[in-house]
C-alpha cells in the first residue's frame, strides 16, 4: 500500500508574515528606553504598538502584552493597529478564533475611518485565518471581496496573493474547476511580476489540482514547469517535493517512471540532509519494489522507512512489510508485522479521542475568554459613543473657521499659478525666439560653408586651367632659348618650374574635395607632410582603430576644422609638435589634437572667429567638442562625431 499524500497544498500567509530583521533586539531595547521617559499617553500607545511589532518574532507574549495596553487609549486609529498585531500574535500561537476576533475588529475601524486600503489588506489575514480553520467557505468570501479591491486599486500583487488563497480554498472544498482558474490567475502575475518565490508555489498547486481532475498531462507540464523554475532557483527542498509528487503521480500506472522520480527525491533528502516526508519516499520505493514482485528489495526500504515513518505512516509501512514476508513465504514474520500495524492502529485511535477531547475543553476556554473580552468591549464602545458626541460638538465649532481658511487659501493659490503659468508661457516664448534665431543663424552658416567651399574650388580649377596652361606652354617656348643660351636656359626653368608647382600647390590646398578624395587620414596626411617639410612644425598623424567609412560631407566638415586647429596652433600656439589621432567607438568617430604649445586659460580667452567655425562646423554635422587647455601645458582638444 502507499502513502499518496501530495505535499502541494501551501497556502499563502504573506500579510501575516513579518521580515525577520537584523538587530531587532537592539530596536526593542532602545524603544523601550524612549517609552520609559515618555509622558504622553497617546506617544505611549504609538510606542506599544511599534514594540508589538518589534516583538513579534522575538517574544510573542510581551507583543500581545504591548498591543493590550495599546488597546486602552481611546484612538481608532491605534485601536485597529492594536487589534491587528493581537490577531497576527494569536495566529501565531494557533490561537485562530481569538485571531479572527481581533482581526474583525480590526477591519470594522478601518472602515469606519475609510481607510479602505489597510482593511482590504487585514482581509486578507483573516482570510487566510479562516482558511487554517477549514473554514473554505467563509475565507472564500473574505478573500474575494479584497480580491475586488484591489482590482479597483489596480494592486495587482495583493490581487495575486488573494487568488492563490481562493484556489487552495476551493481546492479544499473538493471544486478543482475554480481553483484551476484561479491557480492561474494568480500564476498570470506572479510571472508577470517576476515573484519567482510565489509562482515557485503556485505551479505545484496547480498541478495537483489538475492530477484531482485526471489530467495527468496538465498536470505534468505544470510540475516539469516547477520543476525547472527550482533548477533556475537552486532551490532543493522545491525539487525534491516535485519530484516527490511525480512520483506519487505514477505510482499505479507506470511504476518505472515512479521509482524515477521518487529515487530523484530521495537523494536531494540525502544530500540536503532534509528529512521531511523521507519515511513516505522510503515507504514508497517499497511499496514498487512490492508491486514489480521484487520483495527482497523491497524490505530494506521498508525497514528504513520506519526509522522515520509514524502514526498512520507507520502502519502503512506494517501492512506493506506483512505483505513483502507473505511474498516470500515467511508466514511468521507476516503475522508479526500484522500485529504491529494493529497495536498501532489501536494506539493512534486512543490519542486521536484524547486529542479530541483536549480540543472541546480548549474551545470552551477559549469561548470564555472571548466573552470576557465582548464584555469588555461592549463597556468601551458605550464609552467611545459619549466622548464621539462631545467631539462632534468640538469639531462642529471649528467646521466654518476651517471652510473660510480653505477658501482663502485657495484664492491664494489660484492667484499664484496662474502668475507662474504667465511666467512660464514667456519663458517659453522666449525660448521659441532663441530656438528661430539659432536656426537662422545655422541656416547662414551652412549658405557661407558651402559658399566658401564653391569659391575655392572656383579659384583652384581657373588657376589649373588657366595659369597651369599658360605656363606650361611657356616651357615649351623656353626650350628654344636652350640652344642659344644654355645658363639663361636653366634660371627660366628653374623659375617656371617652381611658379609651375606653387600654382598645383596652391590649386590643390584650395580645392579640399581633390585633396580628400582618397579619404580623411590621408588628406590630413598630406597636409602633415607639408608641415613637416618646412621643419617648423612635427605633425604626427595615428590611425588607431578607425575604419569605417564616413560619409564625404563629414570628412569634408573634419579635414576644415583640422585645418583650422593647425593654423591656430602655427599662429597663437608656438608649439613644435602636435599630434592627430583617430578612433573609432560604437559608431563614434573620436578625434584626439594634441600640442606642446603654450597653451591659454580657458575660462578667461575670447572665442575669435576660427574657434567659432570650428564650433559651428561641428555642430552641422551632429558632433560635440571639448578643449582642455591651460597656460603653459600646451592644449588637447576632442571631437565626438556619429558616424
Same mark, same amino acid.
Given at each position: ?46 510606542? =506599544? ?501 564616413? =560619409? ?66 561641428? =555642430? ?24
Amino acid at each position: 500500500m502507499p502513502i499518496k499524500r501530495l505535499h502541494i497544498i501551501i497556502t499563502f500567509l504573506c500579510p501575516l508574515m513579518s521580515i525577520q530583521v537584523f538587530g531587532q533586539t537592539r530596536t526593542v531595547d532602545s524603544l523601550m528606553a524612549v517609552l520609559q521617559e515618555t509622558d504622553s499617553k497617546e506617544d505611549r500607545a504609538k510606542l =506599544q504598538v511599534r514594540l508589538s511589532k518589534a516583538l513579534e518574532r522575538i517574544d510573542i507574549a510581551k507583543s500581545k502584552k504591548f498591543a493590550k495596553e495599546a488597546l486602552l487609549f481611546d484612538n481608532d486609529s491605534l485601536k485597529s493597529e492594536a487589534h491587528n498585531q493581537l490577531g497576527r500574535a494569536s495566529f501565531y500561537q494557533n490561537e485562530l478564533d481569538s485571531a479572527s476576533f481581533h482581526f474583525t475588529k480590526s477591519i470594522d475601524l478601518l472602515n469606519d475611518l475609510d481607510l479602505q486600503d489597510q482593511a482590504a489588506s487585514v482581509r486578507i489575514s483573516l482570510g487566510a485565518v479562516q482558511l487554517r480553520k477549514g473554514e473554505y467557505r467563509n475565507s472564500v468570501t473574505t478573500l474575494i471581496t479584497s480580491a475586488a479591491y484591489f482590482e479597483n486599486s489596480g494592486d495587482s500583487i495583493n490581487m495575486a496573493k488573494c487568488y492563490s488563497n481562493v484556489s487552495t480554498a476551493f481546492g479544499e472544498l473538493g471544486d478543482s474547476q475554480k481553483a484551476i482558474v484561479y491557480g492561474e490567475k494568480a500564476l498570470a502575475i506572479f510571472t508577470q511580476k517576476n515573484m519567482l518565490p510565489f509562482k515557485a508555489v503556485t505551479l505545484p498547486n496547480l498541478a495537483g489540482e489538475f492530477l484531482k481532475l485526471g489530467d495527468t498531462t496538465r498536470a505534468k507540464s505544470y510540475f516539469l514547469q516547477a520543476e525547472a523554475l527550482a533548477n533556475q532557483r537552486n532551490d532543493q527542498f522545491s525539487l525534491a517535493r516535485i519530484y516527490n509528487n511525480l512520483g506519487n503521480m505514477y505510482l499505479e500506472t507506470d511504476h518505472d517512471e515512479s521509482e524515477k522520480y521518487l529515487t530523484k527525491a530521495l537523494d536531494i533528502r540525502k544530500q540536503t540532509k532534509n528529512n521531511d516526508g523521507i519515511g513516505t519516499l522510503y515507504n514508497n520505493l517499497g511499496y514498487l519494489q512490492l508491486k514489480k514482485g521484487n520483495a527482497l528489495k523491497a524490505i530494506p526500504y521498508l525497514k528504513t522507512a520506519l526509522q522515520f515513518g509514524q502514526g498512520s505512516n507507520a502502519t502503512t509501512t506494517y501492512n506493506n512489510l506483512s505483505d513483502a514476508h507473505r511474498q516470500l513465504g515467511d508466514f511468521k514474520m507476516a503475522l508479526f508485522y500484522e500485529q504491529q500495524k494493529n497495536a498501532l492502529n489501536d494506539s493512534i485511535l486512543k490519542v486521536e479521542n484524547q486529542k479530541a477531547i483536549a480540543e472541546i475543553s480548549t474551545k470552551y476556554e477559549t469561548e470564555k475568554k472571548e466573552k470576557e473580552i465582548l464584555n469588555l468591549q461592549n463597556a468601551n464602545l458605550q464609552t467611545d459613543m459619549r466622548r464621539r458626541q462631545n467631539r462632534n460638538l468640538m469639531y462642529g465649532a471649528f467646521a466654518l473657521l476651517l471652510v473660510a481658511i480653505i477658501l482663502t487659501y485657495a484664492f491664494i493659490k489660484n492667484s499664484r499659478k496662474k502668475r507662474i503659468i504667465a511666467e512660464q508661457l514667456q519663458e517659453l516664448e522666449s525660448q521659441k525666439v532663441e530656438r528661430l534665431l539659432k536656426e537662422q543663424e545655422l541656416t547662414g552658416i551652412d549658405a557661407m560653408i558651402e559658399g566658401q567651399e564653391k569659391e575655392r574650388q572656383r579659384i583652384a580649377e581657373d588657376l589649373h586651367d588657366s595659369l597651369g596652361g599658360k605656363l606650361s606652354a611657356l616651357k615649351l617656348f623656353v626650350e628654344d632659348i636652350k640652344k642659344s643660351d644654355q645658363a639663361l636656359y636653366g634660371k627660366i626653368k628653374t623659375v617656371l618650374d617652381e611658379s609651375y608647382d606653387d600654382v598645383r600647390n596652391i590649386s590643390h590646398q584650395k580645392n579640399t574635395s581633390a585633396m580628400i578624395e582618397k579619404g580623411l587620414i590621408p588628406a590630413v596626411n598630406m597636409v602633415a607632410n607639408r608641415l613637416k617639410s618646412t621643419e617648423k612644425l612635427h605633425v604626427e598623424v595615428t590611425n588607431i582603430d578607425l575604419k569605417q567609412k564616413i =560619409q564625404n560631407f563629414i570628412e569634408l566638415q573634419l579635414f576644415r576644422i583640422i585645418q583650422e586647429l593647425l593654423a591656430n596652433t602655427i599662429k597663437h600656439a608656438k608649439a613644435k609638435n602636435v599630434n592627430i589621432q583617430f578612433s573609432e567607438e560604437n559608431s563614434t568617430l573620436n578625434v584626439l589634437y594634441e600640442d606642446d604649445g603654450i597653451g591659454f586659460d580657458t575660462e578667461n580667452v575670447d572665442s575669435g572667429v576660427g574657434l567659432k567655425n570650428i564650433g559651428n562646423r561641428i =555642430q552641422k554635422i551632429g558632433g560635440s567638442l571639448a578643449i582642455d587647455s591651460n597656460p603653459g601645458a600646451g592644449t588637447t582638444i576632442i571631437l565626438n562625431v556619429p558616424i
